[in-house]
């Protein structure tokens, strides 16, 4: 699978590495050969790994004037062919909203690192959890999103893989929303053997055996296979409204609305195989905490403490998809709850979807919130004994 | 309709399974039409007497009148973006295939939104070829002052004047480092074609730019508009500026330099012939 430059590719085994060092190996091993990035802290370090290691894979790094052009580099190099990759923090990711919004629309296949910090404005260079509403409804106008919550190296390394994995297979873009913590924090990492690593490509018309006069750069299926400039295929990319065969005249409501309406159900039919949910300790919980990211660490510190020294029956609830919003997961987890505590870095957003997933299912969802730096254990299991004890 | 219509018909989809892709959107009398014929003779010469493969061919634009000209209809691979940004996305597509050959028709406006990406490709040389289609205004939105309007000129968003400089985007690619630069009008249409055909063997940054007129927004006689842009344009020669009051046309800058994909391409392989001796994998 990884023959032609596999010599080059992380090699299997243990490593002590950098989560924003996992990220990038990660995407070069799922195939990323492409990455354009706008330094700023604290993400700059994902560029600097891409820069050393992408010319030994035959990729090429560029340093572009701003984020709205790194982006927009990924476009470009994945309708022609490439696997490809940028990274930024949350001012930047501000910046990248126009374009996620464009590879939306022309359904390209793309990964967006952000490495979160504080706002608004410049706010800090510390950690955060502030822009995951944005990740979801930053661009403007409908659709979908696909949005990772990576909490360790070793997730930063595998949720970066499975992020290009669900771009394309779903030929959408796919957000990894980090957090300070994660990018700068320094751990163990494990590679399994590289064939033993899933890794998905976009489906073309080749390999569907669709030839050129007959291929429907927007039909075929919910996601339709993906004709790669310079093939052929005659393909125009387009974000106006559009009918199947990518036609933009003729405009009427019944096409705009078989047009959005296909990109944003291929990913909100699908959130059963898209969105991942780590539960422990269930039975018997009356209460639970629902959390995402680095925050999930302490928090697990504080169901754990929760359970066994004071006796609360605290059951722990991990997103490690954020959007599509598992919510029926959710609802099958949660059937009959007291109190559900979201601890998340910053004054409550998440807890929105958590609501309104289970306002019938429990008494009180509260928020636990953190600003600019990671809850300790004991806040969150203060606020557990406050409200559950 | 092929049999007896335009020659460059041969590079356009007239129909689609949906329903037909032609006519054009731009209004009577609009001079992006006639760059966009201009152009696919240009790629028609470079297929025939080149060896330049059709399938390489790809064409990006952004928004705008200009942009247009990159659709539905076109029988090539393209890319119809984001307002101002072609380029980066040009940037991308050389990235992942640098055999691809990128026409970008960009306009005045792009300038404007897009001043920065359109800078940064040229001091990287990128190897494009960008055709700006310069109608001194933004006419898709109805007529707005564009970077490149006359100083004093009334528009939509200038009623009174505008009070500001105009941009002259051909010193402006050249000062940024471009390696091909020059400027014509839709009235020069042997000029443009030829032009084109170079620009697009150049290796590196080419901008051609194509002075055009407007004659909706500018409620001018088409006719007028046409005869207006031979009489108040210049070729310029070697060493002698051109009249007062006259726009200078031609060739401004031909030079050699190595673009961007040339030189990152010594480190690729600088890296590749590393790995052949040294201990490989791990980090």
Redesign the interface.
């Known amino acids: 699978m990884h023959s032609e430059t596999s ?5 299997p ?1 243990i ?1 002590y ?1 950098q989560g924003a ?1 996992a990220c990038a ?1 990660g995407a070069m091993l799922a195939g990323c ?2 990455y ?1 990035g706008y330094p700023i802290t604290p993400a700059t370090e994902i560029m600097e790994h891409f820069a050393r ?1 992408l ?2 894979m ?1 990729g ?1 790094t ?1 340093q ?3 984020e ?3 982006a ?11 696997k ?1 990759m940028t990274a930024t923090s949350s001012p930047g990711f501000s910046l990248m909203q ?2 996620i919004s ?1 590879g939306i629309m022309t359904e390209t296949p793309m990964v967006v690192v952000d490495v979160q910090r504080p706002g608004p404005g410049q706010g800090y260079i510390s950690t955060s959890q502030e822009d995951v509403m944005q990740a979801r409804w930053g661009h403007h106008g409908e659709g979908a999103i696909i949005a990772l919550s990576p909490a360790s190296v070793q997730d930063m390394f595998a949720m970066t893989i499975r992020a290009f994995n669900l771009s394309e297979r779903w030929r959408t873009p796919v957000l990894v929303m980090a957090e300070e913590t994660v990018a700068h924090m320094r751990e163990r990492l494990v590679i399994p053997d590289l064939d033993s690593i899933e890794i998905i490509d976009r489906k073309t018309p080749q390999d569907e055996g669709i030839a050129p006069q007959d291929y ?1 750069p927007y039909g075929h299926g919910p996601v339709p296979p993906m ?1 790669i ?12 409204v ?9 405009y009427n409501a019944e096409t705009h609305f078989d047009n959005i309406d296909r990109i944003r159900r291929k990913i909100e039919d699908n959130v059963a195989d898209i969105s991942e949910v780590e539960a422990r300790f269930m039975e018997d919980s009356r209460h639970f905490v629902i959390c995402y990211g680095a925050v999930s660490r302490t928090a697990v510190e504080a169901v754990l403490e929760a359970r066994q020294v004071h006796g609360i029956p605290v059951g722990y609830i991990r997103l490690k998809t954020l959007w599509p919003f598992p919510e029926a997961r959710l609802r099958e987890l949660v059937r009959d709850a007291e109190k559900i505590f979201v601890p998340e870095m910053n004054l409550g957003m998440m807890k929105h979807p958590i609501t309104e997933a289970l306002r019938d299912r429990c008494r009180m969802v509260a928020a636990v919130p953190s600003l600019g730096c990671l809850h300790t254990p004991e806040q969150i299991l203060a606020r557990i004994q406050e409200e559950a004890a | 309709m092929n049999e007896i219509g335009h020659p460059m018909l041969k590079y356009l989809k007239t129909e689609g399974p949906s329903g037909p892709r032609l006519p054009l959107i731009l209004c009577p009398g609009c001079g992006a039409g006639q760059v966009l014929n201009y152009t696919l003779h240009a790629v028609d010469r470079l297929l025939a007497e080149d060896n330049l493969n059709k399938e390489d061919v790809v064409f990006i634009s952004g928004v705008g009148c200009s942009s247009r000209l990159t659709s539905h209809y076109l029988q090539f691979d393209s890319g119809w973006t984001i307002h101002g940004r072609s380029l980066a996305i040009a940037t991308g597509a050389l990235l992942a295939n640098p055999k691809l050959r990128i026409i970008v028709f960009t306009g005045d406006g792009d300038a404007a939104i897009g001043g920065n990406h359109f800078i940064h490709a040229c001091r990287r040389n990128i190897d494009v070829t960008i055709i700006c289609v310069n109608n001194g205004l933004y006419g898709m939105t109805g007529g707005q002052v564009a970077p490149t309007t006359d100083t004093g000129e009334k528009t939509a968003t200038t009623p009174f004047g505008n009070v500001e400089d105009p941009f002259d985007l051909c010193k402006l690619a050249e000062t940024a480092g471009a390696a091909y630069v020059a400027r014509w009008s839709t009235a020069h249409p042997r000029q443009t074609v030829k032009t084109i055909i170079k620009g697009i063997r150049k290796k590196g940054t080419a901008f051609i730019e194509i002075l055009s007129q407007c004659p909706v927004h500018k409620k001018t006689a088409p006719v007028e508009m046409f005869k207006a842009l031979r009489r108040l344009t210049a070729r310029v020669k070697e060493g002698a500026a051109v009249p007062d009051g006259r726009i200078a046309v031609g060739e401004f800058c031909n030079r050699d330099k190595p673009d961007w994909i040339s030189r990152y391409q010594d480190i690729i392989d600088q890296e590749n012939r590393h790995k052949d001796t040294e201990c490989t994998g791990s980090i």
């Open positions: 010599q080059n590719l992380i090699a085994g490593h590495l060092e190996e050969r492409v354009a290691r010319p030994s035959g090429r560029i572009m004037e701003d709205i052009a790194s927009g580099v990924l476009l470009g190099a994945s309708w022609a062919g490439a490809a126009e374009v464009f429907l004709a400039w310079g093939q052929g295929y005659d393909v125009n990319h387009v974000s106006l559009h009918h199947r065969d990518g036609r933009i005249t003729g």
